[in-house]
């Protein structure tokens, strides 16, 4: 009967989908297209036709692919939801516009990107309204989900504890079954021992799920409890004793017919993932450094007059995965030999700093040479900064999880930088703002940090 339901509310979520689409593609080419940016778009009948040939399927295999179409119970908030429509949209409006680049089907720009503003908001808006809908029916008693707990142990008493603090879960809790306790664990009922289990879900007491939460040395009687439950079409969750130790998103891959538990899910390790970065990053660069190819002649030509030295400075940097290499910027400082020193940081005043130097890193344009580390594939535009291999090794034994940054490409500018933390700052708060990065990357997250990376230069307090 669940799971019938939940094919049905499947089916109702991409109808609902569908509909969003027809709405968003007629709201911009009747409304905002006249009132806002006085566009006139007009469609043949042929031409919405094959739009929506087009647009409807591909929309529901992305939505699938982002796991818009899994159940969202367990979610507290619609902010990954969010990112995830984002994500499509985005991905949706490229291959769109690729389509029109073709000549299969002409679809105007400003009407590709008004589509794509106004679809990720009134789909994210439609996905609310379904959240709260569904949160409201189990406050009233509808779409509950009644589960047993096995274990009245720490684990188990966390589980209940969790439970009761997120109602919108929708999960009763019928009872702990364990051999060493009786009465009551934080209010809920001790109705039996672990062996009772298979009377119980005989019994015709509704049992939706059954979560194991024993302790490590009862892992033997995993094998009865997980068939015992198989056998009667019973949902079985574990809640593993060493969960304190992994991440909210852990990552599970098969090693043959082994289950190999990632503690930390890392996005860029999914190839889809990494190839749209990568690509992004080649084109971004390329068109770029041709826009901006006299801006770099006139830095060089005025780094070269002003002071001894190379144009190009070169330094070691730790990269993706700890590899050691040379990082390019347009050389800021005094190359004389008492003015080098790699193991010391920048600071303000610094009379290591030429006086174009001065100018070049206040608005960091002594970073654009980064571009060709880039396009070797050394670094991204996005993503944790890389450090000196001198400091690496302090801070990998002082800070904890600082390695965990190297596990992505290092970037030009990245979470931490946007958020304050850039050179002579707190080491701890911005490996935080790393980790965060790591483990939670997005297209739509990029793009964030992309476009407060602007305004962070023009007004950074921390750049000398």
Request: with cysteine.
């Amino acid at each position: 009967m669940i799971r019938e339901n939940q094919q049905l509310f499947n089916i109702l979520n991409v109808m609902f989908d569908i509909i969003v689409l027809l709405i968003s593609s007629l709201f911009v080419t009747n409304i905002l297209a006249s009132r806002l940016v006085n566009m006139e778009v007009v469609f043949s009948f042929e031409t919405w036709l094959v739009f929506f040939i087009i647009l409807i399927p591909s929309y529901i295999f992305l939505y699938y692919i982002f796991s818009l179409y899994t159940p969202k119970r367990t979610e507290k908030y619609i902010f990954s939801t969010a990112y995830a429509i984002g994500e499509a949209n985005l991905i949706e409006f490229l291959l769109l516009f690729f389509v029109s680049f073709l000549g299969i089907v002409y679809l105007p720009i400003n009407f590709l990107v008004g589509f794509l503003f106004v679809n990720t908001i009134i789909a994210t808006i439609e996905r609310a309204i379904i959240r709260i809908f569904l949160r409201s029916m189990r406050s009233k008693g509808f779409n509950i989900k009644y589960v047993l707990i096995v274990g009245a142990g720490e684990v188990g008493e966390n589980l209940v504890d969790t439970i009761k603090e997120n109602s919108y879960l929708g999960y009763h809790i019928i009872g702990f079954l364990d051999d060493k306790k009786e009465g009551s664990v934080n209010g809920v009922d001790i109705i039996g021992n672990v062996d009772d289990l298979k009377n119980i879900l005989d019994s015709k007491t509704i049992v939706d799920r059954v979560i194991i939460s024993i302790a490590p040395r009862h892992y033997k009687a995993l094998e009865s409890l997980m068939s015992t439950c198989e056998k009667n079409g019973v949902r079985a969750d574990i809640v593993p004793d060493y969960y304190r130790y992994l991440t909210s998103h852990p990552n599970i891959e098969l090693l043959d017919n082994i289950p190999l538990i990632s503690a930390r899910y890392l996005p860029l390790d999914i190839s889809y993932n990494s190839i749209i970065k990568r690509v992004f990053d080649i084109i971004f660069v390329i068109i770029t450094s041709i826009i901006i190819s006299p801006l770099l002649l006139i830095v060089a030509f005025f780094v070269k007059v002003t002071s001894k030295g190379p144009i190009i400075y070169k330094q070691e940097r730790v990269g993706e995965d700890g590899k050691i290499f040379d990082i390019y910027k347009f050389r800021s400082m005094s190359s004389e030999n008492e003015y080098i020193d790699d193991k010391v940081w920048t600071k303000k005043d610094d009379p290591r700093i030429t006086s174009v130097g001065k100018i070049i890193r206040k608005y960091s344009i002594d970073e654009l040479p980064q571009f060709y580390n880039i396009l070797k594939g050394d670094m991204s535009l996005i993503g944790p900064r890389p450090e000196r291999p001198y400091f690496v090794n302090q801070f990998k034994e002082t800070v904890p999880k600082y390695m965990i940054k190297h596990h992505v490409k290092p970037g030009m500018t990245g979470w931490a930088q946007i958020n304050g933390f850039r050179g002579n700052t707190s080491i701890v708060k911005r490996i935080e703002y790393d980790i965060y990065y790591v483990e939670n990357w997005s297209i739509l997250l990029d793009l964030k940090i992309f476009v407060k990376t602007i305004p962070t230069l023009l007004n950074d307090k921390n750049a000398y």
